[in-house]
């Protein structure tokens, strides 16, 4: 870190010392007669500009491309973990490749006119008022190539979001918090209870309403697990601030609004020890902790803990900044077997047993009573008798 700060402040350093040269430059500007003149591009300096423009152009082709090629893999990883999530890669990867041939065409014709229309004697510059077949041209073709995107995109959204009331669905609610997130399993009804901010006490965390009969059966729990193959309705609220709930792996994202209730639907496809097994993670795992190993030598080697190795999990991340520790705002997130996941979650006590105990820990302690001297004076019988026995 210190050496980045120091190459940033000699960097800067040679940026101020060359806009001083070219402020004095600039004041010595019409103390020679020549002057004037060189300050004036000739048809060489035009030239050698135009040429320049061509070579910048090749340059950003051949970035473009490497980036692609190299780094194309870091916005969506492949092999998405839900069914929804190849419609979201096709999206993504189909704007991205509009995106680079318009950027080819529009770059290319850009640098061409410059290169075109650069300063030679004699030539003298046309002024074109409007060009009415040009304009339609670059109005309905951008006009056409969004209404296509919005229409799949369109298609995308409903198809994710659509929900049968009669469908068999798992409803869990996430509740997102500065800085944390908590999560409720609707009961055997499938129902959720009530809730509201106002009924946050003690061990009820979400402000679930205790007199709703759908919330005595719902569970919470500190991790979000989820069983393969079944459809999934994410409810989100928030308790504070505007959140925006994020599961890369699964292609959905929802923000998480104070005084009310958001929802995500999507359909697990791949179990987390499956995703562990797959190539391109046990290569991005083994990278980690090749990182982390080193780095665990320069701590063990001060005295201090060495990393614990790094194993993949499913995250549910905040893509809302939402707070100073907004980075800590993240949730591990289980695709299990519905066999496992069942049996996960028989174990979890349910809100209303919870509460029970909460309230039966929390009552204060009946006082006993006072003994009367009657019953003072046979304790003190007792104890002579037993006294004489012990004699």
């Known amino acids: 870190m210190t050496s980045l700060l120091i190459l940033a402040v000699v960097v800067l350093l040679g ?10 430059e600039l004041t010595q500007v019409g103390s020679g007669p020549d002057d004037a003149a060189s300050q004036i591009a000739n048809e060489k300096d035009n030239n050698i500009n135009g040429y320049l423009l061509f070579a910048f152009l090749g340059f950003i082709y051949i970035m473009t491309i490497f980036c692609l090629v190299k780094y194309g893999s870091l916005p969506l990883m492949s092999n998405p973990a839900s069914e929804h999530g190849i419609l979201v890669d096709n999206l993504m990867w189909i704007s991205m490749i509009l995106i680079f041939i318009v950027q080819i065409f529009t770059q290319f014709l850009l640098h061409y006119f410059a290169f075109k229309g650069r300063g030679i004697k004699g030539r003298k510059a046309r002024f074109y008022s409007d060009n009415d077949k040009l304009e339609a041209v670059w109005t309905i073709i951008p006009v056409i190539t969004l209404t296509g995107l919005i229409l799949y995109g369109l298609y995308a959204w409903n198809d994710i979001m ?33 809730a509201n901010v106002r009924f946050i006490k003690g061990i009820n965390l979400v402000g679930v309403d205790m007199s709703d009969p759908n919330a005595i059966d719902d569970k919470m729990a500190k991790e979000l697990r989820l069983p393969v193959g079944k459809k999934v309705v994410l409810k989100f609220r928030s308790q504070d601030v505007l959140h925006s709930a994020y599961l890369p792996h699964f292609r959905a994202q929802m923000n998480c609004v104070p005084g009310m209730v958001t929802q995500f639907a999507f359909v697990p496809t791949v179990t987390t020890a499956e995703m562990r097994e797959r190539e391109e993670f046990v290569t991005k795992v083994n990278n980690i902790n090749n990182i982390r190993a080193e780095r665990s030598q320069k701590l063990m080697a001060k005295g201090e803990e060495a990393l614990e190795p790094y194993e993949f999990d499913y995250l549910l991340l905040c893509n809302k900044i939402c707070g100073a520790s907004h980075y ?40 006993q009573p006072a003994e009367t001297p009657e019953e003072l004076s046979e304790v003190n019988t007792d104890d002579e008798a037993i006294a004489q026995v012990v004699k």
């Open 15 to 24: 940026i101020a010392v060359w806009q001083l040269t070219k402020i004095f």
């Open 162 to 194: 659509f929900v049968d009331e009669e469908e068999d669905v798992l409803v869990v609610e996430v509740y997102a918090k500065q800085f944390a997130w908590d999560v409720r399993y609707s009961g055997k009804d499938n129902t959720l209870g009530k």
């Open 328 to 367: 800590n705002m993240q949730l591990k997130v289980v695709v299990d077997t519905p066999e496992d996941f069942e049996a996960w979650l028989a174990e979890l006590p349910t809100l209303g047993e919870q509460v029970a105990a909460e309230e039966a820990s929390n009552a204060p302690v009946e006082e």
